[in-house]
């Protein structure tokens, strides 16, 4: 890939994910292999977001800074190509901060308090009334960092389209008071794929619910989760019919297996009864084992050679900097503090 | 002033002003005599906020603006001394918005709506539920301001109390964090001037309400600001008792007439009858024209080259920015985040 390549791509995107732990199946189906078809047509950046990883974790922070270079392993071993995806880590773009602050100025607090998906988080994590101000302010810091790049184009699940909302509005807002259109506004690009659903079939995935299949998962686990995944409760005898509908195994033989007219007469012999879920869960294991080796042995290698891992977040850091210290002085601009 | 004297300096002193008009008697008698008595001993910087100017003037931006070398001039005016204290400019201290972001974390929205100041803020200022995101958080950018010096010494007003308060409770938890003292808790150095009352004696001086007489007043509207100072509204003949209490002028010739004694003839004369108003206000208005008279040429000057101003500004800012910058690192080696 050469620079050449590089002014041609169309689409400016930024993507990223919170340095909380190792990503799993759920990032895979739902933004890694997406970012890695994108990554040839577009100047795609994936921010590590360590900074707002610490806004429900700064009391525990090292859940935080032991999983920056994890989540970069985990890039890699996917396929995602630093020399085609700059991959670089928040807290090392000081514009991002900076931002933030001026944009905080234009977003009310009742506005923010709206924000359904930040209404629900704030449910989920029992924070009432205790929520820290970071967390309340995240969708500024977000609409930092997507402005930051200049971003044409978001990948999101529809559960964060709130948040590009929210960043449009800073958008219009900043343009308005420029009288000229600085930043761009964004554009969701929605994942096709179904949301992945837990190996427990109850909740969002989740590290500390035990209930995810990570990257880096070993031989052991991947047969411990696929043994424990959630089937039909009532499909009790094999020659029983068999429900498919919320039944893990086979949304994940839909997610993952190569063949879908095999994976249909599956289904069908399922649902009219004769098979057990003992085999399904043996097709479904044979067939994650065999995507996930490669990508585990490959994620190993990456995590011997640390030094590699920082000089790559470092040089897309390096490079990152540069662009949003470049937006950073137009929003300053706007706001007649260049004075020297 | 060499630099043996400056490591010698007991106390770091943070102090600073919002950047949103130019300064009047108000700062003088409240902090720019102190800052100027104290420049010798300490260690002092003070921070031109033009970033906190724009928390709630960021729709009209230029009133910040405008008014960042009006106040640099305004300080040299009145004597304080670039090479004895450190003149920064908020905006080119990227250390402050990050330590913002990481402080954020530290912080509970209701903790902030519960700071006595900023409620009568909000009131004043008529928010209600439309507070910009960025004024409710104004006291942690404040903490950011404050300990990305790790100043120990920090001169207020009463009401700006509660800000220490919370400053001292970031402190605390990020050297719990720690586990060592990281950061200094500050002490606030209260002025002991009494607040100087509004021209009008009715509310705080403010440009907007015309009740005030900046540092840069001409010698006109230093009489015109004389004449229709508030005095005692029930003392109508000369001849009959006047009342000092509440009385402008009398305030005024406590703060800056030179000759106590002859204040407290003044006051006593005013008191039993004969003394009429347009006497008062000729001595008072004398002593403010000699005053401001020096000051006001001074700041002319410097006015006039703006380009001294700047470089005053740039080049403390830069000391400043390797200050903040060292805070910085130790805080984000706190949250493990200094990996390359």
Chains 1, 2 share one sequence.
Do not use: W
């Not at 299949?213 to 686990?221: D, M, V, Y």
């Amino acid at each position: 890939m050469n620079t050449q390549h590089k002014t041609d791509k169309s689409e400016v995107i930024l993507t990223g994910d919170r340095a909380t732990g190792p990503l799993h199946l759920g990032h895979y189906v739902g933004s890694l292999k997406q970012r890695v078809a994108l990554q040839a047509h577009h100047e795609q950046t994936i921010l590590v977001a360590d900074m707002q990883g610490l806004t429900d974790n700064a009391l525990h922070p090292q859940k935080v800074s032991s999983n920056i270079l994890n989540v970069v392993a985990d890039y890699l071993a996917v396929g995602i190509d630093p020399s085609a995806t700059t991959i670089c880590l928040q807290s090392q773009l000081p514009a991002l901060a900076e931002l933030t602050m001026y944009y905080s100025n234009l977003v009310t607090i009742s506005r923010l308090e709206r924000n359904p998906t930040v209404k629900s988080e704030i449910q989920n994590k029992g924070f009432e009334r205790s929520i820290p101000a970071g967390f309340l302010t995240y969708p500024i810091s977000q609409a930092a960092d997507i402005t930051g790049f200049n971003a044409t184009l978001v990948p999101v699940g529809d559960d964060q389209l709130p948040m590009l909302e929210q960043t449009n509005e800073i958008v219009r807002k900043i343009n308005a008071l420029a009288g000229r259109n600085v930043l761009n506004e964004c554009q969701p690009l929605l994942s096709k794929a179904p949301r992945l659903p837990s190996t427990d079939g109850k909740n969002k995935m989740s590290k500390s619910m035990g209930n995810t299949i990570n990257l880096g998962a070993s031989e052991k686990e991947i047969t411990a989760a696929v043994k424990s995944m959630y089937t039909d409760p009532h499909h009790v005898r094999i020659e029983d019919p068999g429900k498919i509908e919320g039944n893990v195994v086979f949304t994940y033989l839909d997610a993952f297996h190569s063949d879908e007219s095999y994976v249909q007469q599956l289904k069908q012999h399922y649902q009219r009864g004769g098979l057990g879920d003992g085999v399904t869960k043996r097709i479904l294991e044979e067939c994650l084992q065999e995507m996930l080796r490669p990508i585990r042995q490959k994620r190993a290698v990456y995590l011997n050679d640390k030094a590699q891992l920082i000089d790559i977040l470092k040089a897309g850091s390096q490079v990152s900097r540069e662009k949003t210290d470049k937006v950073l002085f137009d929003i300053k601009d706007i706001f007649g503090l260049n004075i020297f």
